[in-house]
């Protein structure tokens, strides 16, 4: 797995582009009017946060923490940087701004972040930023570009465990769907994040120690004319005791004796002996990982047939054979032929295991299909899943945003026509207040210099905006939601990046945490996110006090 830490140094970004460049331009036009304005290096704090969870669901899976640190701790713009910037910016920019950035870094500033791989909901900050605040506007971009598409494709995967259940391996095999090779790598990362088991992608195995899965394609099978081109036909056993000196004759008299057998039902006369040759073929290569794609000619009638004469041909020899991948047609029907075949062949020629042998399926799969096949019934033991899994089919962003929240302790507030975009001013800390069932019942946000609140103490919680909506919670547990994870230069204690297994198992531990009704798909419960009463009587003098009043005549 990759090194987050080299010698007390982090690392930087995964991604070599991930430089302070990768923003947008008005960042360093707003950067140049805060310096000429002589407003710079004031203290400003912002939050991330997100207004809506995607894919109709009522969660969210906090994802790109990592990534978001490992620039921060390497923010520095280079020679060839600034002279970019130079050429970019009008003319009349006076040349004190360019020294002005040749010093920036982020030593100055703060960030408190719920730990990544934490189940998260609207308008709670993910991340609070605070420093001087042409930094802190630099950082804007790239920190909502490297958080977006990592939970909002986290949430995806989490999404796709839900539906498949625990029991099942999820496979992610969508590097040649993805919006191209960052989109590719990313979603490998945050689909293992999400619940996924392994990968297709191998640069993602190498970078993050994503356990790698794969077979073949159709392209091999095809490529096979007949089982005369394989030429080396030896194989030893797989305890080195024996050596079979002709494994596709053995494989040939399996075949003849599954064509004479019961088991089928008569339903095979001659396979494709093309397709044969290349089953045999691989197993000949992969003795004790043969996995083979089963639908390149016919499933019931040649292809199924086929792996079984060449597994049961590696029995013989004491390897045992993984299983088959069905890629097109009824998933369902098929997968529960196959596991008819294996288990009538267990009983025939007392073969024990063969009936469990594993069945994956693929073929553009997504939530609803995966949905529609519990509800037929399936054998399917692994889904590999591809378009709709990484490119988020359903919701194509998850719509972070950035927001000024105070500046020189100075709380600020956004309004709108839309209140679902009115922000929640000042310095916040987050809690989430748990249940006597163990359950989270409620988020609540307080300003920074409240007393926290304490399990057994009756708490109000309102909603941010709506006066009606409000409720006493006496928690059982409280947590503290925002850690600190950089704090520049100064003593505190920084929170450690863990490694990508342990949020995946943070993640996982987090959704079963859920109460059921929060994470079903159709019509779940919305989460509850509350602010304190204190903080919602501010919200409400600053809003009142903010907003323009009109005048009729």
Same mark, same amino acid.
């Given at each position: ?59 969210? @899976? ?8 490992? $620039? ?12 970019? @910037? ?50 802190? &506007? ?72 994503? *356990? ?17 081109? @394989? ?55 992969? *003795? ?122 100075? *709380?600020? @507030? ?26 989270? $019942? ?66 996982? &531990? &987090?959704?079963? &945490? ?40």
């Amino acid at each position: 797995m990759e090194d987050i830490a080299n010698g007390g140094k982090i690392n930087g970004p995964t991604n070599p582009m991930v430089t302070p460049l990768l923003t947008d331009l008005y960042q360093f036009t707003m950067a140049y009017a805060y310096w000429k304005a002589g407003k710079h290096n004031e203290r400003a704090v912002f939050d991330l946060y997100f207004r809506r969870n995607p894919f109709g669901g009522e969660y969210t @899976i906090f994802a790109g923490l990592e990534e978001c640190i490992r $620039l921060i701790a390497n923010f520095k713009l280079r020679e060839d940087e600034i002279s970019f @910037i130079r050429e970019s910016l009008p003319s009349t920019c006076e040349d004190g701004f360019y020294d002005y950035l040749r010093g920036v870094d982020c030593s100055d500033v703060e960030i408190y972040a719920i730990t990544e791989g934490t189940v998260v909901f609207p308008k709670v900050p993910l991340v609070r930023v605070e420093g001087p605040v042409s930094v802190v &506007q630099l950082l804007e971009t790239p920190l909502v570009n490297l958080i977006n598409y990592a939970s909002l494709v986290a949430t995806n995967a989490a999404r796709h465990r839900f539906v498949a259940g625990k029991s099942k391996l999820l496979l992610e095999f969508g590097l040649r769907r993805a919006q191209g090779p960052d989109g590719g790598i990313g979603a490998s990362k945050y689909c293992y994040m999400g619940g996924f088991d392994a990968t297709s992608n191998v640069a993602a195995g190498r970078l993050f120690g994503i *356990p790698l899965r794969g077979t073949h394609s159709h392209a091999f099978v095809s490529s096979f004319m007949s089982p005369d081109e @394989i030429l080396d036909k030896s194989l030893n056993s797989s305890d080195g005791t024996t050596l079979c000196e002709d494994f596709v004759s053995l494989v040939q008299a399996w075949l003849r004796k599954l064509k004479r057998s019961h088991i089928l039902g008569g339903l095979f006369g001659e396979t494709n002996q093309s397709e044969v040759a290349a089953f045999t073929s691989y197993a000949l290569a992969f *003795p004790n990982n043969f996995l083979a794609l089963v639908d390149t000619y016919d499933v019931v009638r040649s292809g199924i047939p086929n792996f079984c004469a060449v597994a049961l041909a590696l029995n013989d020899l004491g390897y045992k054979a993984v299983g088959i991948r069905l890629d097109s047609g009824d998933l369902a029907y098929q997968s529960c032929e196959a596991r008819k075949f294996f288990c009538a062949i267990e009983k025939e020629f007392n073969n024990p295991h063969f009936g469990k042998m594993s069945i994956t399926a693929s073929n553009d799969l997504n939530e609803e299909t995966i949905d529609a096949l519990n509800k037929q019934g399936h054998e399917v033991d692994a889904f590999g899943i591809g378009t709709h899994l990484v490119t988020c089919y359903a919701q194509p962003a998850l719509g972070v945003v950035f927001k000024l929240v105070e500046i020189n302790n100075q *709380p600020r @507030i956004k309004l709108s026509e839309d209140v679902s975009k009115v922000s929640i001013p000042c310095k916040k800390r987050c809690y989430r207040l748990y249940g006597k069932e163990g359950y989270p $019942l409620v988020d609540i946000i307080i300003g920074e210099k409240e007393p926290a609140p304490k399990a057994g103490e009756r708490i109000l919680c309102r909603h941010p905006f709506n006066e009606s909506k409000r409720a006493y919670v006496v928690p059982q547990r409280v947590e503290e939601l925002l850690k600190c994870y950089w704090p520049g230069t100064s003593d505190k204690h920084r929170e450690e990046l863990p490694p990508l297994k342990d949020i995946r198992d943070r993640c996982i &531990q &987090q959704l079963e &945490q859920m109460r059921p009704d929060h994470m079903r798909r159709l019509n779940p419960t919305p989460y509850k996110v509350s602010v304190s009463a204190k903080l919602y009587d501010f919200i409400h003098f600053l809003w009142l006090n903010e907003a323009p009043v009109g005048e009729l005549q």
